[in-house]
C-alpha cells in the first residue's frame, strides 16, 4: 500500500542547486504526492525565476523571516500531518536524488513499520540531508524540534538523541544515485556572515551541552535541562 508523502524542502536563497534538487525528485520513479518549498529567503531570486521552477512543485510558501531548520522542520510536520497518516519527506536543497530513491525509502517502510526515520545510506553528518518519517507519530512521540538551535547546527543531534531516548533508529536504507554537495550553505557565508556562522555553532554546542550535560555522544542527561 503506497502511502501519502508530503515533500518539504527549506530553502535560503539557494535557488540553483534548489532547481536541481527538484528536477532529480521529478526524474524518479516515485514523484511524492505533494511537494513545498519554504522560501526562507523571501524570494530573492536573482539569476533564476520562480517560472524555471513550472512544473516542479506544487506549492510556494514564501516566509516573512527565516525560520531557521529547526522552525522550517515543525512547519513541515504541520504540513505534512494536514494528511491524515502522511508521511514527511525532508530534503535539503543542495542534495540531488536518485531515480529510485524515494521509491526504496518509501518500500522500507513496509519491513520496519515501527521505525520512525527512514534515510539514504550517505555520508557520516549527512543523515538529516534527505529523511521520510510519519509525520503525526513524530509529532506525538518525539516532539517539535528545538527552534532554539537557531538558525541550524546542533537541532539534528538534539532530535536524534531525544529519538535515541525513545527507542528508535535512523534505517539506513540503499539508495541509487544520492548526492549531497556537503556544506554548500556554509560555502555561500562571506566575510561577517562567515563569523556570525562560527559563533552560531559554538553557540548552539554550548546549548546542547548545557541541555543534556555534554556534547553528541557524550550525553549525561535522559530528560533536557532547561533554561533559566
Same mark, same amino acid.
Given at each position: 500500500?503506497?502511502?501519502?508523502?508530503?515533500?518539504?524542502?527549506?530553502? #535560503?536563497?539557494?535557488?540553483? @542547486?534548489?532547481?536541481?534538487?527538484?528536477?532529480?525528485?521529478?526524474?524518479?520513479?516515485?514523484?511524492?504526492?505533494? #511537494?513545498?518549498?519554504?522560501?526562507?529567503?523571501?524570494? &530573492?531570486?536573482?539569476?533564476?525565476?520562480?517560472? +524555471?521552477?513550472?512544473?516542479?512543485?506544487?506549492?510556494?510558501?514564501?516566509?516573512? @523571516?527565516?525560520? &531557521?531548520?529547526?522552525?522550517?522542520?515543525?512547519?513541515?510536520?504541520?504540513? /505534512? !500531518?494536514?494528511?491524515?497518516? $502522511?508521511?514527511?519527506?525532508?530534503?535539503?536543497?543542495?542534495?540531488?536524488?536518485? @531515480?529510485?530513491? #524515494? /521509491? &526504496?525509502?518509501?518500500? !522500507?517502510?513496509?519491513?520496519?513499520?515501527?521505525?520512525?526515520?527512514?534515510?539514504?545510506?550517505? /555520508?557520516? &553528518?549527512? /543523515?538529516?540531508?534527505?529523511?521520510?518519517?510519519?509525520?503525526?507519530?513524530?509529532?506525538?512521540?518525539?516532539?517539535?524540534?528545538? !527552534?532554539?538551535?537557531?538558525?541550524?547546527?546542533?537541532? +539534528?543531534?538534539?532530535?536524534?538523541?531525544?529519538?535515541?531516548?525513545?527507542?528508535?533508529?535512523?534505517?539506513?536504507?540503499?539508495?541509487?544515485?544520492?548526492?549531497?554537495?556537503?556544506?554548500?550553505?556554509?560555502?555561500?557565508?562571506? $566575510?561577517?556572515?562567515?563569523?556570525?556562522?562560527?559563533?552560531?555553532?559554538?553557540?548552539?554546542?554550548?546549548?546542547?551541552? +548545557? @541541555?543534556? $550535560?555534554?556534547?553528541?555522544?557524550?550525553?549525561?542527561?535522559?530528560?533536557?535541562?532547561?533554561?533559566?
Amino acid at each position: 500500500m503506497s502511502l501519502y508523502i508530503t515533500l518539504v524542502v527549506p530553502t #535560503i536563497t539557494q535557488y540553483k @542547486k534548489l532547481h536541481r534538487m527538484l528536477a532529480t525528485v521529478s526524474e524518479g520513479t516515485r514523484r511524492p504526492d505533494r #511537494i513545498v518549498v519554504i522560501d526562507n529567503g523571501n524570494l &530573492g531570486m536573482i539569476d533564476i525565476e520562480l517560472s +524555471d521552477f513550472y512544473g516542479l512543485y506544487d506549492e510556494w510558501d514564501v516566509q516573512p @523571516k527565516n525560520l &531557521g531548520v529547526a522552525g522550517s522542520c515543525n512547519l513541515a510536520m504541520r504540513l /505534512a !500531518a494536514q494528511q491524515p497518516g $502522511g508521511w514527511w519527506l525532508h530534503a535539503n536543497d543542495d542534495i540531488e536524488v536518485g @531515480k529510485s530513491t #524515494i /521509491a &526504496g525509502l518509501e518500500k !522500507a517502510t513496509e519491513s520496519l513499520p515501527n521505525q520512525i526515520m527512514f534515510n539514504p545510506v550517505c /555520508a557520516a &553528518g549527512s /543523515a538529516f540531508t534527505l529523511f521520510l518519517m510519519p509525520a503525526q507519530r513524530a509529532i506525538d512521540e518525539i516532539g517539535w524540534w528545538d !527552534a532554539e538551535f537557531f538558525p541550524a547546527y546542533f537541532e +539534528d543531534n538534539d532530535y536524534a538523541y531525544r529519538m535515541q531516548l525513545k527507542g528508535y533508529r535512523h534505517v539506513d536504507v540503499p539508495c541509487d544515485g544520492y548526492i549531497h554537495h556537503t556544506s554548500s550553505t556554509k560555502r555561500a557565508y562571506t $566575510g561577517n556572515e562567515e563569523e556570525w556562522g562560527h559563533q552560531r555553532f559554538r553557540a548552539n554546542r554550548q546549548r546542547y551541552i +548545557d @541541555k543534556w $550535560g555534554g556534547p553528541p555522544g557524550e550525553e549525561k542527561w535522559k530528560e533536557p535541562r532547561k533554561n533559566d
